[in-house]
């Protein structure tokens, strides 16, 4: 097994300087960011394609897919920067909401932030980190604004995991999950 992975390892150093011109080609290019979608049980190209308003034929061109099948853990390539900068400012999503407390509270996120329970933060599964969020109860009206900060959630059929000041504003906190929706509002990198 050891063996194996110096093998890669050298010939990975063999490769890679023949690769220099390529490399210094794309570096001139402006970075692109992807924003990806990992597959849960029960998902479907048509579900997926639905949530995030996308068509199926765009969803299996990107990603390269020849059936419709899809299998969990899979990671589904959803937008490049320049595709959801255009879109992103019409944005919206309607799903449940969930949130996380203590149990993370102090703990790096996905962004490389430390969680804290207190701020208006949130884990959403592919919107850029910084996003801001304005994240509306459908039953009561009470709204939020968030900023998207990690990675999650990994729960089926939740949209939105918020930090336990965010559900708090919401009254979300007792009952623990609720349907909202979600609108952009703005952007602010920290």
């Not at 190209?45 to 897919?65: D, M, P, Q």
């Not at 020849?66 to 309607?94: C, N, V, W």
């Not at 884990?123 to 994240?135: E, I, S, Y």
């Amino acid at each position: 097994m050891f063996t194996r992975y110096i093998l890669i390892l050298l010939a990975t150093m063999i490769l890679l300087p023949s690769c220099a011109p390529a490399l210094e080609r794309q570096s001139e290019r402006k970075p692109s960011t992807e924003y990806f979608y990992i597959v849960k049980p029960g998902d479907t190209l048509f579900s997926i394609a639905k949530r995030y308003s996308l068509e199926v034929g765009t969803l299996k061109a990107a990603n390269n897919l020849k059936g419709d099948y899809i299998y969990p853990g899979e990671r589904l390539l959803l937008a490049t920067r320049d595709d959801a900068e255009d879109d992103l400012s019409s944005f919206q999503e309607t799903g449940a909401a969930s949130w996380y407390g203590a149990k993370f509270n102090g703990k790096p996120t996905a962004s490389g932030e430390i969680y804290n329970m207190y701020a208006y933060t949130a884990a959403h599964p592919w919107l850029p980190f910084g996003t801001l969020v304005r994240v509306t109860r459908i039953d009561n009206g009470a709204s939020v604004v968030v900023r998207i900060n990690d990675r999650g959630p990994f729960k089926k059929n939740r949209i939105i995991d918020l930090s336990y000041a965010a559900a708090l504003a919401i009254d979300l906190v007792k009952n623990g999950t609720a349907t909202v929706r979600l609108t952009i509002v703005g952007s602010r990198r920290r």
